[in-house]
Every structure is written in structure tokens, then in C-alpha cells.
């Protein structure tokens, strides 16, 4: 499978920014799905997962409460619903798939397909 990110850009502190993530298979419904970011000279970080079909859901403790992860598989899409941004939030996201669930959800390294990455500047 193959991931296509896209939707970032530049919003001010405060507001909100939906990221899509597009599919190239129809299996990408059976697959964990997840949002890693990256700003400059850090760390890949984990953002947000989902299980498979419309399964539980997992948020960094930075993004809860602010960020939504929702898929809809008659689309093969996941999206980032982002509100309250924070200039903290400016980042490099990224999407990711794998073939099943992980207990280590939240590291880089165990996934397996990613996106190209979309840019997310929040100026303050």
C-alpha cells in the first residue's frame, strides 16, 4: 500500500487544520493507522493512532483533547483533525500504516509504510 498525505499549511495559533491521508489499496480498511510529526532537529513523534476498521484510538498526552483521528474506509482516507493549534504544533506529519495492531503503537519503528509528509506551520 502506498500513503499520500496532504491538507497541511500555515494557521495562526488557535486554529484548526484537517490532514488527509489517501490509500492506494482498498485492504488499507484492515490496516492500523497512525500520525507521526517531526519538526526541525527533533525526534520523529508519535500523534495519534487507530486500529484497524473503526477500532480504538490512541493520542499522544500533547495532542489529547485537541486532535481527532478518524478513517473513512469507504475512502481509504485517515484524517488529523487539528484545532487549538499551538505554535508547538509546527511540524512535518507524516501517516503510516501496518499490517497489525502493535502494543508499541507509538514508536517510528514499528511502522512499516509512510507518507511523503505534509507541512504544518502554526505561527503565533
Known amino acids: 500500500v502506498q500513503l499520500q498525505a496532504s491538507g497541511g499549511g500555515l494557521v495562526q495559533a488557535g486554529g484548526s487544520l484537517r490532514l488527509s491521508c489517501a490509500a492506494s489499496e482498498r485492504t488499507f480498511s484492515s490496516l492500523p493507522v497512525a500520525w507521526f510529526r517531526q519538526a526541525p532537529g527533533k525526534e520523529r513523534e508519535f500523534v495519534a493512532a487507530k486500529r484497524e476498521s473503526n477500532g480504538a484510538t490512541r493520542y499522544s498526552d500533547s495532542v489529547k483533547g485537541r486532535f481527532t483521528i478518524s478513517r473513512d474506509n469507504a475512502k481509504n482516507t485517515v484524517y488529523l483533525d487539528m484545532s487549538s493549534l499551538k505554535p508547538e504544533d509546527t511540524a512535518l506529519y507524516y501517516c503510516?500504516?501496518?499490517?497489525?495492531?502493535?502494543?508499541?503503537?507509538?514508536?517510528?519503528?514499528?511502522?512499516?509504510?509512510w507518507g511523503q509528509g505534509t507541512q504544518v506551520t502554526v505561527s503565533s
Open positions: 503510516a500504516a501496518r499490517a497489525y495492531w502493535s502494543v508499541n503503537y507509538y514508536s517510528p519503528t514499528e511502522w512499516r509504510v
